[in-house]
């Protein structure tokens, strides 16, 4: 189902909806009629994928603007000229965000659209005849199921960021909504997802999702209804992980299809993950297809500048390196003090990890390591031994585990010392340069020649975030000794057999601190980060690099933007923003 999923995609795209989200009103723009456009299967399953291919767009604005660098671990820092932007960047890092910043109204935006977009599906096949079309009606149950909970998935980040949301469900949409209670919006994700999953399909056999990635299954339900459990605490202040302890144990246990931890660490994330057993939910990409996890805002924007020889992946232009992880060194070399942030740091906690090892392609789609730091050299094709410099070809670059002016620095030294003459005491946002901060290489880059170059799929949804809930939930009963059994079933890969980073069998060395640097070090990068603050109580009242504690608690919640008010005067804003009025 990879190819034909994308081919679909890339279809649709000819036939678009577009809607102005903030009132929900209905503008259209070249839309074929419903009775002149269904005409053939092809057209039925056409419209089926277009809110995924939306969705799959939807992961840079919720996973790493606010998931990740309103967090702890991600940054982007002004770089010498770049990256500054306004002070956008800096804005999201001190959680000082305003109701006019294009990501606060674009999130409102783009996530409504494609909700809209699931309403107009919803909408279209309960009108449509199954038969007519080479369907059974089982079949077009799922399409509708399958809709839902995509629809219900979009929801959940926008309530997860905003909290006070409009529901609609309706298509085409006359009325300007009002915004449901957060409960009420709980209740509606709760019961959606109820209702669609019986429709849904398990999956079948051993391995990955195969021919089905990017398709919504029972398991895939389940582990959104356990993460929306997971997180009631501090959604609607109310506890109900043993709601999410049943779902995580029948998910573990096969209720929904058979699923297991991935052996290779980087399996999750590789190629050819549409064959691991690990991913319950992805959405597919295929180099020239649908490939936005690479070459919007995501993989392509964690790479240095200059490196593509590095990787020896030339189809493409220059890497853009916007985010980089945050330091754990100050400009003396001495590790920071506070207990958050600092993720290469966490990592290094325990040395034996094999993704400590400098990220590196070895060939046939095949890599070491998940990171990049230190020199990157490449070799030409004449034999040439050259590294990887800065963009302007200033200085050779250097990538540390500190932000500061250091450019030509001696890699001996943790002082930046560039005989430029621009040397600066400061180790803040505004003062990086190109060598500033680790890059996460979570997903290859792979050579040019590859088979696996631009393929791997976006990972939403692991097992492993279903055995990380169920070790937070055992950690806080008590049970340390099951708590460290969960996490070791996940962490053993990462270790040699032997190593003493595993945690003993009585769980002696979880403290709460270590549970949500494990957190860290297991999801770093995948959008995960800002709600696990969350939910542990520090997004608002823990200090990180350039980083002190919020005011109050207010920047929990992201504004509503000047734009979303203006277009419905319903809408009420969130409590410490400014209003329209």
Same mark, same amino acid.
């Given at each position: 189902m990879?190819?034909?999923?994308v081919?679909?995609?890339? %279809? ?5 909806? +577009?809607?102005?989200c903030?009132d929900l009103?209905e503008?259209t723009? *070249?839309i074929?009629?419903q009775? !002149?456009?269904?005409?053939t299967? !092809?057209?039925?399953l056409? /419209?089926?994928?277009?809110?995924f ?5 939807l ?12 967090a702890?671990h991600?940054m982007?820092v002004?770089?010498?000229e770049?990256w500054?932007n306004g ?6 890092h ?6 006019d ?5 674009a ?12 309403n /107009?599906?919803?909408?279209d096949l309960?009108?449509?005849? @199954?038969?007519?079309?080479g369907?059974?009606?089982q079949e077009?149950? *799922?399409f509708?199921?399958?809709?839902r909970?995509?629809? %219900?998935?979009?929801?959940? /980040?926008?309530?997860d960021?905003?909290?006070n949301?409009p529901?609609? +469900? ?8 009002v915004?449901s209670?957060?409960?009420?919006t709980?209740?509606?994700l ?5 209702e669609a999953?019986?429709?849904l399909?398990?999956?079948e056999g ?6 089905n ?14 993460r929306?459990?997971?997180? %009631?605490s ?6 109900m +992980?043993?709601q999410?302890?049943t779902?995580c ?6 209720k ?6 991935a052996?290779?660490?980087? &399996? ?13 939910y992805?959405f597919?990409?295929?180099?020239g297809?649908a490939h936005?996890?690479? *070459?919007?805002?995501l993989h ?6 200059m ?9 493409w232009?220059?890497?853009n390196?916007?985010y &980089?992880?945050?330091?754990g060194?100050?400009l003396?070399?001495e ?7 600092? @993720?290469?740091?966490?990592f290094m ?15 046939n /789609?095949?890599r ?11 070799t030409?094709?004449d034999?040439?031994?050259?590294y990887?410099?800065s ?6 670059r250097?990538i540390?585990?500190?932000?500061g002016?250091?450019?030509d +620095? ?5 002082? @930046?010392n560039?005989?430029s003459?621009?040397?600066?005491p ?6 990086g340069?190109?060598?500033?901060g ?9 050579r040019?020649?590859d088979?696996?170059?631009i393929?791997? *799929? ?7 975030e279903?055995?990380?809930?169920? %070790?937070?939930?055992k950690f806080?009963k008590?049970?340390?000794a !099951?708590a ?6 996940v962490r053993r890969?990462y ?5 003493t980073?595993l945690?003993s ?10 549970l949500?640097d494990e957190w860290g070090?297991?999801?770093v ?16 009242t823990g ?5 002190e ?13 000047r734009?979303a008010?203006g277009?419905?005067p ?6 410490g923003?400014p209003?329209l009025?």
């Amino acid at each position: 189902m990879k190819i034909k999923f994308v081919k679909y995609i890339l %279809a649709s795209l000819s036939v678009v909806t +577009t809607l102005a989200c903030t009132d929900l009103s209905e503008n259209t723009y *070249d839309i074929i009629p419903q009775n !002149e456009f269904y005409q053939t299967k !092809e057209n039925v399953l056409q /419209s089926f994928v277009r809110p995924f291919g939306h969705a799959y767009w939807l992961c840079s604005r919720t996973s790493y603007l606010f998931g990740e660098l309103s967090a702890d671990h991600y940054m982007t820092v002004q770089r010498e000229e770049h990256w500054y932007n306004g002070g956008e960047f800096f804005r999201l890092h001190y959680h000082t965000w305003t109701i006019d910043d294009w990501y606060v109204n674009a999130t409102w935006e783009d996530i409504y659209r494609g909700i809209v977009q699931c309403n /107009s599906v919803i909408a279209d096949l309960k009108q449509l005849d @199954p038969i007519q079309f080479g369907f059974s009606q089982q079949e077009f149950n *799922d399409f509708i199921a399958q809709q839902r909970v995509l629809r %219900a998935w979009m929801y959940m /980040s926008l309530f997860d960021l905003v909290h006070n949301i409009p529901i609609v +469900t309706d298509y085409p949409s006359s009325e300007l909504p009002v915004q449901s209670s957060p409960k009420e919006t709980f209740q509606f994700l709760e019961n959606e997802l109820k209702e669609a999953l019986p429709n849904l399909f398990v999956k079948e056999g051993n391995g990955g999702n195969g021919v089905n990635q990017g398709l919504w299954n029972q398991a895939g339900a389940a582990a959104l209804l356990a993460r929306l459990y997971m997180n %009631a605490s501090w959604w609607i202040d109310e506890d109900m +992980t043993a709601q999410c302890e049943t779902y995580c144990e029948d998910i573990i246990n096969g209720k929904y299809g058979q699923y297991d931890i991935a052996q290779r660490w980087d &399996a999750p994330f590789d190629w050819n993950n549409d064959q691991c057993e690990e991913i319950i939910y992805a959405f597919p990409t295929s180099f020239g297809g649908a490939h936005w996890g690479y *070459d919007y805002e995501l993989h392509w924007q964690v790479a240095p500048f200059m490196s593509m020889p590095y990787f020896g992946f030339t189809d493409w232009g220059r890497c853009n390196p916007k985010y &980089a992880l945050q330091p754990g060194l100050d400009l003396n070399g001495e590790e920071y003090a506070f207990d958050n942030g600092k @993720p290469v740091r966490k990592f290094m906690k325990y040395p034996d990890d094999i993704r400590l090892k400098k990220y590196r392609n070895l060939g046939n /789609s095949t890599r070491e390591g998940m990171f990049l730091y230190g020199d990157l050299p490449y070799t030409e094709a004449d034999g040439t031994v050259k590294y990887v410099r800065s963009d302007n070809d200033a200085y050779q670059r250097y990538i540390r585990d500190q932000v500061g002016i250091f450019q030509d +620095t001696d890699p001996q030294s943790l002082s @930046p010392n560039p005989s430029s003459g621009k040397e600066t005491p400061k180790s803040a946002m505004a003062y990086g340069d190109q060598n500033s901060g680790w890059c996460l290489i979570k997903y290859p880059i792979y050579r040019s020649d590859d088979i696996g170059k631009i393929e791997a *799929d976006y990972a939403v949804i692991r097992l492993a975030e279903i055995y990380y809930y169920l %070790a937070e939930i055992k950690f806080n009963k008590g049970d340390k000794a !099951e708590a460290a059994r969960l996490l070791n079933y996940v962490r053993r890969r990462y270790y040699p057999e032997g190593s003493t980073s595993l945690y003993s069998e009585d769980g002696s060395q979880l403290t709460r601190q270590e549970l949500l640097d494990e957190w860290g070090r297991e999801f770093v990068g995948e959008g995960q980060r800002r709600r696990v603050l969350c939910r542990f109580g520090v997004y608002n009242t823990g200090t990180w690099w350039d980083k002190e504690p919020d005011a109050d608690n207010h920047t929990m919640w992201v504004p509503i933007s000047r734009t979303a008010l203006g277009a419905n005067p319903n809408l009420k804003q969130n409590p410490g923003y400014p209003s329209l009025d």
